[in-house]
């Protein structure tokens, strides 16, 4: 079992800038893949960035450059820099990390952009 817990999310005006982390706890033994989805009210959770093992991360085109996803392998955290946020943004972020065939979800954190 892996326990994944996010924080950063908060409340920020259009043309801020938040960071989110996700620590992963428990049988962390060989966790590849990390990553991150958003789903915002109303809508469908979506993919908004993923990193792996090696550390090559993937965007969602509605990142349009302004994210960037990193990780600390060592430390088995994942972090989101969001910067150029727009109230599009405002969702709930979910932290993502496979453990061999296995996928957890970590509980959630809220972004909140104010126009």
């Known amino acids: 079992q892996v326990q994944l817990v996010e924080s950063g999310g908060g409340l920020v005006q259009a043309g801020g800038s938040l960071r989110l982390s996700c620590a992963a706890s428990g049988s962390t033994f060989g966790i590849n893949a990390m990553g991150w989805y958003r789903q915002a009210p109303g809508k469908q959770r979506e993919l908004v960035a993923s990193?792996?093992?090696?550390?090559?991360?993937s965007y969602a085109d509605f990142v349009k450059g302004r994210f960037t996803i990193s990780r600390d392998s060592a430390k088995n955290t994942v972090f989101l820099q969001m910067n150029s946020l727009n109230p599009e943004d405002t969702a709930v972020y979910y932290c993502n990390v496979r453990r061999f065939a296995v996928v957890y979800w970590g509980q959630g954190t809220q972004v909140t952009v104010s126009s």
């Open positions: 990193i792996s093992s090696g550390g090559s991360p």
